[in-house]
């Protein structure tokens, strides 16, 4: 039940009754209902006469006037008054808040959920959310921190508001750093065979991760390994070492509570399958299309990327689909480039069925952006649907104080080691606490404090508070019924107080939120959703101890508790529901 979806699909309605000249569609869908910046200008407000009035060629006031009348007639409408050029503020009649209330407690954690991820067949829409995807050549860094907690919590909200999610990490098995990879662990092998290696030689992975690899391969091939020619040792230290990094790397996003659906290998890209590869597939494809061309590329301005060359080449016309430059596909040697990966890799997904593709990339793939939706326009047309979320960087502090060096690498900080020492759920909650285009300050000390100042702790704390609550209950008064079919006959009319109004109102914004965060891609919304309703909780908790009519427990008032334990059951479905979509936990107890 979206409140204000049902108003804005009332006010359309009203205007279409209207019969407006020159009214259509498109002018229809402008217009919204929304939380006015003031409550005490109303419980909605509407642009709807102002969206109509200069294509109309009317006044604003005069069509608010109109629909005022119409939403004046309405049992749900205390009143609808016209305020400023033509806005339209809206106060509720106190039943429509008995019946979201209702829903909210039929629904549980399930209010808000569906809806916006449906199609107009009925189906869910297919949405790939790629995140991560770090190369295979070491553990997890506090820079992957931050997309791997955005993609898995925009998954997780998409999933919520009705999508079919697929949840993606692509392997970036088949480029240079992989040979650097299987020359760094031969020299580990070499090490636990007992020779002295020496110190690492400049451009290959000095860190001591690699060690337990080399130990491994000692192991299983003693030092076989050593006699074989070198075609056949690198393919068996590649294949060796990428299985064992990504098991180091699923290891410290497990810990962090993200798991993907898919790993998808790039080099199944590369991979001839009878004689043709998933790239040559795609080159025949756009070449027919007339994307893939023969030709020469002018020298781009400022420094050389280090995919230009000055020859005639295989070419990627993507400048007529919205990018700065055309794009080479393949190397002097003949092998592919990276930009030739990047487009049979979503020729992939869309073959695979996928309405929506969505990319979580770090700040610094910036650069990326206007090609990778040229690559979408080329391949898709209009057919699907391509998203950059790019996430800033993320600063360590410590009392204020910069944190750079790591104890376990010497050179940067892990993943693991900040979800060791703060836990996931403030590591997760945080890192959504900002919009992900924003720079992010994390403070190791803050995030651990129990105050009001610490976000994670705010929310779950009202979590926890309102399980306390259905423990007291059931000590001063163990004969109440406090089931959930007893909970959906509370008489709900009872709470007449403007604090629990409030708190009721902010929970009907949540379905509202939902949609909008999942059809922007922010999750962050989330996070800020939950800390403005814990707020209105610990607020009006605040007031119930100043006045003792507005506890949650009155012994000598069934019918009032009752009201108001589904007021709080309701409020830790939503928390719960929130805190479940960031991947965070929502604790019943708190010490």
């Known amino acids: 039940m979206n409140l204000f979806q049902d108003f804005t699909i009332k006010i359309k309605k009203i205007v279409q009754d209207i019969d407006f000249e020159d009214l259509n569609e498109s002018l229809l869908e402008r217009i919204t209902v929304e939380p006015p910046r003031d409550s005490a200008h109303g419980d909605l407000a509407t642009n709807a006469a102002m969206i109509l009035a200069k294509p109309l060629k009317k006044n604003p006031r005069e069509i608010a006037g109109l629909i005022a009348e119409a939403l004046n007639e309405d049992s749900s409408v205390s009143s609808a008054d016209i305020a400023g050029p033509g806005f339209i503020n809206i106060k509720l009649a106190p039943k429509v808040w008995v019946d979201q209330l209702t829903a ?67 392997i970036n098995d088949a480029g240079s750093q992989i040979d650097v990879l299987a020359k760094s662990v031969l020299l580990r092998y070499r090490e636990a065979l007992g020779e002295n290696i020496g110190k690492i030689p400049e451009g290959l992975y000095p860190a001591d991760y690699l060690v337990p690899v080399g130990q491994k391969l000692a192991e299983k091939y003693n030092d076989t390994l050593l006699s074989m020619p070198e075609s056949e040792q690198m393919q068996i230290l590649k294949d060796f070492a990428i299985e064992e990094m990504m098991a180091l790397i699923k290891g410290d996003l497990k ?56 020859r005639e080449q295989t070419l990627f016309r993507s400048t007529d689909v919205g990018d700065d430059m055309d794009r080479a596909l393949v190397k002097s040697d003949g092998t592919y480039t990276y930009f030739a990966a990047d487009v049979a890799y979503f020729q992939d997904k869309f073959d695979r069925g996928f309405d929506r593709m969505v990319f979580v990339l770090g700040a610094d793939h910036g650069g990326y952006v206007k090609r990778l939706k040229a690559v979408a326009k080329a391949v898709a047309g209009d057919k699907a649907e391509l998203d950059v979320l790019l996430c800033q960087l993320v600063k360590l502090f410590r009392d204020g104080e910069p944190v750079r060096m790591s104890k376990r690498s010497g050179n940067f900080i892990t993943l693991r080691e900040v979800v060791e020492e703060v836990g996931a759920d403030a590591v997760r909650f945080m890192m959504l606490y900002r919009k992900s285009e924003a720079p992010l300050d994390f403070d190791f000390a803050k995030v651990t404090e129990q105050s009001k100042d610490n976000p994670v702790f705010y929310v779950q704390y009202a979590h926890a508070r309102c399980y306390s609550v259905l423990r007291q209950v059931a000590t001063e008064m163990p004969d109440l019924d406090t089931s959930h079919e007893s909970l959906l006959k509370a008489d709900l009319t009872l709470l007449k107080n403007e604090s629990e109004i409030g708190l009721i109102k902010k929970m009907a914004e949540y379905p509202r939120m939902i949609e909008q965060a999942a059809v922007s891609d922010e999750p962050h919304r989330v996070a800020f959703y939950l800390y403005e309703l814990a707020s209105e909780l610990h607020g009006h908790w605040a007031k119930g101890k100043e006045s003792p009519e507005l506890r949650f427990i009155n012994p000598n008032n069934a019918n009032i508790s009752l009201a108001r334990l589904a007021m709080l059951h309701a409020v830790t479905g939503i928390i719960f529901s929130g805190l479940s979509i960031i991947g965070a936990s929502a604790p019943e107890e708190m010490r």
């Not at 790629?130 to 997780?156: F, I, K, Q, W």
């Not at 509570?257 to 494809?285: C, W, Y």
């Not at 994307?291 to 990327?305: I, S």
Request: glycine fraction near 14%.
């Open 104 to 170: 909210m407690v039929l629904a549980g954690s399930d209010y808000g959920k569906g809806g916006v991820g449906i199609g107009a067949n009925g189906e869910a829409k297919k949405v790939n959310v790629e995140y991560v995807s770090a190369n295979p050549t070491g553990p997890m860094h506090v820079g992957h921190c931050r997309g791997a907690v955005v993609g898995d919590a925009l998954a997780n909200l998409l999933a919520f508001a009705g999508f079919e999610v697929t949840k993606e990490y692509v």
């Open 255 to 310: 810990l962090l509570n993200v798991q993907h659906d898919v790993f998808f290998s790039e080099r199944t890209l590369h991979a001839p399958v009878n004689g043709v590869s998933e790239i040559d597939r795609m080159l025949k494809e756009m070449r027919d299309k007339g994307f893939v061309y023969d030709g020469t590329l002018p020298p781009p301005k400022g420094k050389l990327p280090d995919d230009w060359e000055d």
